[in-house]
């Protein structure tokens, strides 16, 4: 496995392509004890002048206790070769299989953070504030009767990038 750092301005990728469409793994650990999920929904940019990622997760699926106790989360992103272990990792819950036997990747365990040997691009995202989505709040009434019909809204998580990742 060969990283190297390099600053998020200069992330080769179109940001809404990898997270759209390429989607990417979100994972967040406790200790030696982890979870990912697969996302298509966040958002990446500027705000309180740090670099930062949204990320949302529902409180059903179990990567969520996960995000609530540590600290970071990554956002790992693959190429397409590896797009049935992320429709497996979305699909699949961690509370009743280990998506890595299934899946073949490889965690590499940090301190309070996990992210992928076979990725190609990874954020470290230190947590920095949440919130959950209020139904009061839309504008678009559209929204929130498609998306949460269940009203099982998403918690949305602010991360400051503090580490941008590429495979060499």
Same mark, same amino acid.
């Given at each position: 496995?060969?990283?190297?750092? !390099?600053?998020?301005?200069? !992330?080769?990728?179109?940001?809404?392509?990898?997270?759209?469409? *390429? &989607?990417? /793994?979100?994972?967040?650990? @406790?200790?030696?004890?982890?979870?990912?999920?697969?996302? =298509? &929904?966040? $958002?990446? +940019?500027?705000? &309180?002048?740090?670099?930062?990622?949204?990320?949302?997760?529902?409180?059903?699926?179990?990567?969520? %206790?996960?995000? #609530?106790?540590?600290?970071?989360? $990554? @956002?790992?992103?693959?190429?397409?070769?590896?797009?049935?272990?992320?429709?497996? @990792? +979305?699909? $699949?819950? %961690?509370?009743?299989?280990?998506?890595?036997?299934? $899946? %073949?990747?490889?965690?590499? /365990? %940090?301190? =309070?953070?996990?992210?992928?040997?076979?990725?190609?691009?990874?954020?470290?995202?230190?947590? /920095?504030?949440?919130? *959950?989505?209020?139904?009061?709040?839309?504008? *678009?009434?559209?929204? #929130?009767?498609?998306?949460?019909?269940?009203?099982?809204?998403?918690?949305?998580?602010?991360? #400051?990038?503090?580490? @941008? /990742?590429?495979?060499?």
């Amino acid at each position: 496995m060969r990283f190297r750092a !390099i600053d998020p301005r200069q !992330i080769p990728d179109n940001i809404f392509k990898l997270i759209g469409d *390429d &989607w990417m /793994l979100l994972s967040a650990a @406790c200790g030696e004890d982890f979870n990912t999920m697969t996302a =298509s &929904w966040a $958002t990446a +940019g500027v705000l &309180w002048n740090k670099p930062v990622v949204q990320a949302f997760v529902r409180p059903q699926r179990h990567t969520y %206790g996960f995000m #609530e106790k540590s600290p970071y989360f $990554t @956002c790992c992103f693959f190429d397409e070769n590896y797009r049935d272990a992320l429709s497996f @990792c +979305g699909r $699949t819950s %961690g509370r009743d299989t280990d998506k890595m036997a299934a $899946t %073949g990747l490889t965690p590499h /365990l %940090g301190d =309070s953070q996990v992210y992928f040997e076979e990725a190609r691009l990874v954020l470290v995202c230190r947590k /920095l504030y949440a919130a *959950d989505i209020d139904p009061l709040s839309f504008y *678009d009434d559209g929204v #929130e009767a498609t998306v949460y019909a269940k009203r099982d809204y998403h918690r949305a998580y602010f991360g #400051e990038i503090v580490e @941008c /990742l590429v495979k060499e």
